[in-house]
């Protein structure tokens, strides 16, 4: 009778029962267990009575050891009470000297296991705070770390990886999904992907990335399981630098690299600017995008020569990199191996057919430290796109060269310019009367080709302040004597130049939009120097105020800006009537480019019109300085007349007084 009523205050939770019970001296039931084999702190843990536990585990008359007798489902008293996340009755039980924190219940769970599985974070946090309890594998060979990933406790699953770190200094410090990915948990991970807050990019102990760990070791599925998280980042950087593209590849599993390289944008570059040739060559052999760009429309190819890896550069060009790729600001590879002087890697990049454009024979003289005059620019194009650039004497660019398919020879003077046509039979093609745009064209007897050679009188910048003239300038190319098919677009063979420009122009009106643009430059640069003469007259106006006879200076700069813009208008003529001539010679229509680029030249008009109303504009004020200058004179006068006056008739009265 007497067991079983304090297994019925026990489960009642009858404090009042259960204390005249103990309070008894003979009784002695206090560990009995019932028909079940539970024991009364079993069932008060189960029931969740913390006051009768506590009563029961201060009685000097309670077993110790019965705090861990087992009952139903091979349970003991910690094991019901986490079963139900009685959180105060676990604090008394953990409190016991002799309680075990790692039985198993019948289905193979120990306490943390359980606490794990059924979501009970503080409970788990009680737990973890015993220094006994394990962490091993329990049910089913599952640890509580993969039971919590499992059942989708995340916040529970990183406080045991928390608790793992602290237990074992040396241990590897891992993050939940570097964990998870290290033991091929795609369930864990899948979990993290849809459940998880914290970033799925941050290192482990190690310095490595989740993705990373999986590419490293080929987990095909595990990375693209990865993949699927969209805030995976495919170009987040270990703590030595390396990629997870860069890991694969370094483990040569090319399937991952392949699958990798899609949303891959740093590691190429990453190993070209590192110098790494061997990775380089490994992963162009992935048939990865090699042309790919980074942030600042840098390619690989850019990124090797700014590098000066001339041996990655030759591997990349030879896998078929885009050799004129233009970066974020318009420079292609050649551009910036001739900003940087790379004699080597202009040549090669020029084998390679390199786009040129843009260059200028400045830019040759800087690569080749050749500034001489007396040295021409002479560059060749021979089969397959191969191009040369040299400087020799002009006698050697005269020589025929059949193999040449197409040339550019660029000279400093006029003279040594007519001297290409004379070898045509033409002389003397830019006439001194007057400041056209002058043309010809002539069937030579070499290769049945027909040259065209064009000539114009540039303004030289200090023109205005007639401290310098008209300079003369000249283009000249041959072209094939047909035009089936052919129409603007028909290459050129030979140029012939006077031009900054250091490189092959495409057809013949091309080579003549670069004169136009050359021409245009120059006439800015008059309007330049003349706006400052201008300047320069206004400030002596306001010092002289009138007295200086500067009305005469503004009408020479009126008369010559009146000559200049007669000039430039007619040169604009001249420049529409060849384009539309050149055009019917060619079989086609006028070249919208080029009359885009005459537009743009013929707008120094109306710089030259805003000049000529300055000039307006100081002569009306030198015409007012003069007025005023005669006004004061007048006044003066006056003045002194009447002055005269006063004294005279004082003189006369003084004499008849």
């Known amino acids: 009778m007497a067991i079983r009523g304090i297994h019925n205050a026990a489960r009642n939770g009858d404090e009042s029962a259960l204390s005249q019970l103990l309070q008894d001296p003979t ?18 843990c189960r029931e969740g009575h913390t006051a009768v536990v506590r009563s029961l585990l201060n009685h000097a008359m309670f077993d110790v050891s019965m705090v861990n007798t087992v009952c139903e489902s091979k349970h003991t008293p910690l094991l019901v009470a986490v079963c139900f996340g009685r959180d105060e009755i676990i604090k008394l039980l953990l409190a016991q000297s002799g309680v075990e924190l790692n039985t198993r219940d019948i289905n193979g769970h120990t306490p943390l296991t359980l606490a794990a599985l059924k979501g009970f974070e503080s409970t788990v946090d009680l737990l973890l705070d015993m220094k006994d309890v394990h962490f091993g ?71 490595d990335t989740p993705l990373s760990k999986a590419a490293e070791r080929g ?59 061997q990775l380089t060559e490994y992963l162009l052999g992935c048939d990865i995008n090699l042309n790919i760009r980074d942030i600042y429309g840098l390619t690989a190819l850019h ?34 191996a001739v900003q940087h002087t790379f004699r080597d890697f202009v040549e090669l990049l020029l084998s390679k057919s390199a786009c040129m454009k843009g260059l200028q024979i400045k830019d040759w003289q800087r690569i080749y430290d050749c500034y001489s005059p007396e040295r021409t620019l002479y560059i060749s194009e021979r089969a397959g796109g191969v191009v040369e650039v040299q400087f020799v004497d002009m006698e050697s660019t005269l020589q025929y060269e059949p193999d040449v398919l197409r040339s550019l020879r660029q000279v400093f003077s006029f003279t040594a310019w007519s001297r290409y046509l004379t070898r045509y039979g033409l002389r003397h093609i830019l006439q001194r009367s007057n400041r056209h745009v002058y043309s010809v064209k002539a069937l030579t007897e070499l290769d049945n080709l027909v040259l065209v050679a064009v000539a ?88 002289e105020k009138g007295r200086s006879d500067i009305v005469n200076d503004l009408a020479e700069d009126a008369k010559n800006l009146a000559e200049l813009r007669r000039c430039l208008r007619t040169q604009v003529y001249d420049a529409n009537m060849f384009v539309k001539t050149y055009g019917y010679s060619q079989g086609a229509d006028m070249s919208p480019q080029a009359l885009i680029t005459i537009e743009g030249f013929a707008k120094i008009d109306n710089i030259l ?15 007012a300085w003069v007025s005023i200058n005669e006004a004061h004179k007048s006044t003066s006068l006056a003045t002194s007349m009447k002055r005269l006056s006063w004294i005279t008739v004082r003189d006369l009265l003084v004499h008849w007084g």
């Not at 009784?27 to 008060?44: G, H, R, S, V």
């Not at 001339?310 to 600001?329: C, F, P």
Request: hydrophobic share 35%.
């Open 27 to 44: 009784f002695d039931k206090i560990n009995a267990k019932d028909e079940k084999d539970c024991t009364p702190l079993w069932i008060a």
């Open 137 to 207: 594998p329990g049910a089913h060979g599952r640890t509580p770390l993969s039971t919590a990933l499992n059942a989708g406790q995340l916040n529970i699953a990183s406080k045991l990886l928390n608790a793992q770190k602290r237990r074992d200094p040396t241990a590897t410090n891992q993050t939940l999904l570097s964990w998870a990915v290290e033991n091929n948990e795609r369930d864990a991970v899948r979990q993290i992907n849809h459940l998880y807050t914290i970033s799925p990019n941050l290192q482990d102990g190690d310095g």
């Open 219 to 277: 987990n095909m599925s595990m990375v693209q399981l990865l993949l699927q998280n969209s805030a995976i980042d495919v170009n987040s950087k270990n703590k030595d630098g390396s990629t997870p593209m860069s890991r694969a590849a370094l483990n040569q599993h090319k399937n991952v690299v392949q699958l990798l390289a899609g949303k891959d944008k740093i590691t190429l570059h990453s190993l070209v600017r590192a110098g790494n040739l």
């Open 303 to 336: 990124i090797a020569i700014v590098s000066r890896h001339l041996q990655i550069t030759t591997v990349l060009l030879s896998r078929g990199a885009d050799v004129d790729a233009e970066d974020g600001t318009g420079r292609t590879p050649l551009m910036l």
């Open 456 to 543: 114009v009188w540039v303004p030289h910048p200090d023109l205005f302040r007639q401290k310098s003239g008209w300079d003369e300038c000249g283009i000249a190319w041959t072209t094939h004597n047909n035009i089936e098919g052919g129409g603007f677009a028909q290459k050129t063979k030979d140029h012939f130049s006077m031009l900054p420009d250091g490189w092959i122009p495409e057809n013949g009106i091309e080579f003549f939009q670069q004169l136009i643009v050359h021409l245009t430059a120059r006439w800015s640069d008059l309007c330049n120097s003349a706006e400052e003469h201008l300047s320069e007259r206004r400030i002596k106006q306001l010092q």
């Open 609 to 623: 019109q805003e000049l000529d109303q300055t000039i307006r504009d100081l002569l009306q004020l030198e015409f």
